[in-house]
């Protein structure tokens, strides 16, 4: 049920909230059930790609693309010490792998949620949200697949372990991954969240820009918290990318946010 405003647009009741939210988590549950359903086939082909980073090493050289890796001289292997731990662990990749496979269909599904919320010139942006944001995400899960992980993994197995012997348990190797990969890929939505929250007129380009020496703290703060290892250049690997996301999201605020009125005060410029 939606009422009107005195400027003649729609406004959605609480209970019609509650129902547009009930549809769209639907929405995306089939959504992600098709994900699933199209990746637990390829489980095993997906972890084989998971494996790589823990038997590879990342070098340096002068010319493009400046990076190379190369294979370990000892293949790690993964193991198991439960019965249900391979099959829960496929599970896990099977969901993980379909998420990212639909994220575009439940990016749309959070824009038509919050769509109601935006004037109507606004809401024809659909499509570009969910183009930008599904890039973004997909850039931080290749970020992270292709420049943390291959730095992180055999840091944490080579660290002081020279009279030791790993036994990496496949299950807690994939929740390490997976996670990480996740929370790459959901960092680097960062720049749309500003420029979505800045459409909105709940932030503005200015309070944005007098956040800048704080965001630079808590970017790093953010880069030690998510990065498993302790060595600092692994920490500014995570931490220096999100504060360019930070500075590349008050660009965006810039130059899409919400205009002021001039006749209005703005509290989101102080």
């Known amino acids: 049920m939606a009422t009107e405003t005195p400027n003649g647009e729609d406004r959605m009741s609480f209970w019609g909230h509650l129902e547009e939210l009930r549809k769209r988590i639907v929405y995306s549950l089939i959504a992600l059930a098709i994900g699933f359903g199209a990746c637990f086939n390829y489980s095993e082909d997906i972890l084989e790609l998971l494996m790589k980073p823990m038997n590879m090493k990342v070098g340096f050289h002068g010319s493009f693309p400046y990076i190379y890796f190369t294979p370990n001289e000892v293949t790690q292997q993964l193991y198991f010490s439960t019965l249900t731990e391979p099959f829960m662990s496929h599970l896990k990749i099977a969901f993980v792998a379909g998420l990212i496979l639909v994220i575009p269909a439940l990016l ?52 002081k372990t020279e009279h030791l012997t790993a036994i990496i348990k496949i299950g807690e190797y994939i929740d390490f991954t997976l996670k ?29 820009a007098k956040f800048r020496k704080y965001a630079f703290l808590i970017s790093f703060i953010l880069g030690a918290i998510i990065t498993p290892t302790p060595d600092v250049f692994n920490m500014a690997m995570m931490s220096i990318p999100i504060y360019l996301l930070y500075e590349i999201g008050i660009l965006g605020v810039r130059m899409f946010g919400r205009k002021k009125d001039p006749e209005s005060t703005d509290l989101t410029e102080t």
Do not use: D, H, N
């Open 108 to 159: 749309y599904q959070v824009w038509k949620f919050i769509s109601p919320g935006l004037l109507p010139r606004e809401r024809k942006y659909a499509g570009q949200f969910v183009f930008f944001s599904t890039l973004f995400f997909a850039t931080g899960v290749l970020f992270c697949y292709f420049l943390l992980l291959p730095f992180a993994v055999p840091f944490l197995i080579g660290y």
């Open 180 to 208: 990480f990969l996740l929370g790459a890929g959901a960092v680097f939505e960062l720049p749309l969240v500003l420029v979505l929250l800045g459409r909105m007129g709940i932030i503005g380009y200015a309070a944005l």
